[in-house]
């Protein structure tokens, strides 16, 4: 009996040993899980999407910024609008101020020939002097004319233009409502 205790005894003493081995084997295998933890951690840098959720996620910003981006094109057509119908006006009316200028030096200049004095009758040049102050008046009688039917015109085209500005006026008040 007593060999078969020291059997057991020593396969003890044996698996002791083997599980002081196995302890310290381990022991230095865990010493270094920290920093292994730590190394083998990923890290998202990007993260990844399916693609439906993207195509949800674009479709919402595009309703969200569709309505701005139309309220700015309008504002902007209708600013650029004002200011066309603007440029055309300042033009009509340098264009009338010039014609009025041009009348006023008309005028300016026939009274100035009409201030001359006139040469003796009987004289050689006075038909002639006559027959060109007579061409002289139809001609600024003709350039009075054209220049009236020029501002005529400058006129109805003012007066088209601010008709179909206030049609244009009429129909958004009405989309409005």
């Known amino acids: ?62 309703d969200e910024i569709t309505p701005s981006i139309a309220h700015l094109l309008e504002l902007a057509t209708n600013h650029v609008e004002k200011l066309s119908r603007r440029e055309q006006g300042l033009r009509a009316k340098c264009d009338l101020q010039q014609g009025r200028l041009y009348s006023n030096e008309e005028r300016q200049q026939q009274k100035r020939q009409l201030a001359k004095p006139k040469p003796k009758p009987g004289a050689f040049g006075d038909r002639r002097q006559a027959a060109a102050a007579a061409a002289a008046a139809k001609a600024a009688e003709l350039r009075r004319l054209i220049q009236k039917k020029e501002r005529l015109q400058y006129a109805v085209e003012r007066l088209e233009l601010q008709g179909k500005q206030r049609e244009r006026q009429l129909r958004k008040s009405m989309a409005f409502q």
Not at 19 to 44: H, M, N, Y
Not at 46 to 59: I, K, Y
């Open 1 to 62: 009996m007593a060999d078969h205790l020291q059997h057991s005894v020593s396969s003890l003493q044996s698996s002791l040993q083997l599980l002081d081995s196995s302890i310290s084997t381990l022991d230095a295998g865990v010493s270094d899980f920290p920093r292994l933890s730590k190394v083998l951690q990923t890290t998202r840098h990007f993260e990844l999407l399916p693609e439906p959720t993207l195509r949800e996620a674009q479709q919402s910003l595009l």
